[in-house]
């Protein structure tokens, strides 16, 4: 009998584990798709790249790279956070905000990848 009741117990937690995956799983892709926020995120992803290229380049070093994804990851949780209050929509006037934000931490990816500065063999650089 106390078997019984332990394997009860089992299937409906596994079966609400479930269902509250399959829930969240169809909230989330919809609104991630929204086109205000697939531009955010398309140009979250380059500057991602942008920052990579300069720790390749060794235009960037450790704590420069740290600091601007450090950046992009506060404007993605902005991001997120502003759609989870709108059925995974953002505002024109959020993404604006956003927008302004975004633009401020390309410029510095900008300045610090053409500030003359070189940090040579990290990590890729030399006769590759």
Not at 93 to 117: A, C, K
Request: aromatic share 8%.
């Amino acid at each position: 009998m106390k078997n019984l009741k332990i394997k009860s117990i089992a299937i409906a937690t596994f079966a609400a584990t479930l269902m509250l995956g399959v829930g969240t799983s169809f909230a989330g892709g919809w609104g991630c798709r929204h086109p205000r926020r697939a531009e955010v995120n398309a140009r979250l992803r380059d500057q991602s790249y942008r920052i990579n290229q300069g720790v390749r380049d060794g235009q960037l070093n450790p704590a420069e790279a740290s600091r601007l994804r450090a950046e992009d990851r506060s404007v993605l949780r902005q991001e997120d956070l502003y759609a989870h209050y709108d059925d995974g929509h953002i505002s024109r006037p959020e993404q604006e905000v956003l927008n302004h934000e975004e633009n401020g931490i390309s410029h510095q990816i900008y300045v610090d990848r053409h500030d003359g500065t070189v940090y040579p063999g990290y990590p890729f650089q030399g006769g590759l």
